[in-house]
């Protein structure tokens, strides 16, 4: 499929609103699925840490 503009390509045909906000959705999701597991692990070591120091002081 060839565009005669930039616009027209944005435009996609008139179906861009759809075509733009599936690929936004799905950039979304990959980043979700990269960063939720980033947060999980760093929450797991900083309460793993906590609670290293707290058996320490006891």
Do not use: C
Not at 31 to 51: D, F, G, H, T, V
């Amino acid at each position: 499929m060839t565009f005669a503009s930039f616009g027209d390509f944005l435009a996609m045909g008139h179906h861009g609103l759809y075509v733009w906000s599936a690929y936004g959705l799905g950039l979304f999701v990959v980043a979700l699925n990269i960063a939720s597991p980033l947060l999980a692990r760093r929450r797991y070591l900083q309460e793993e840490a906590r609670r290293l120091r707290r058996e320490k002081s006891l």
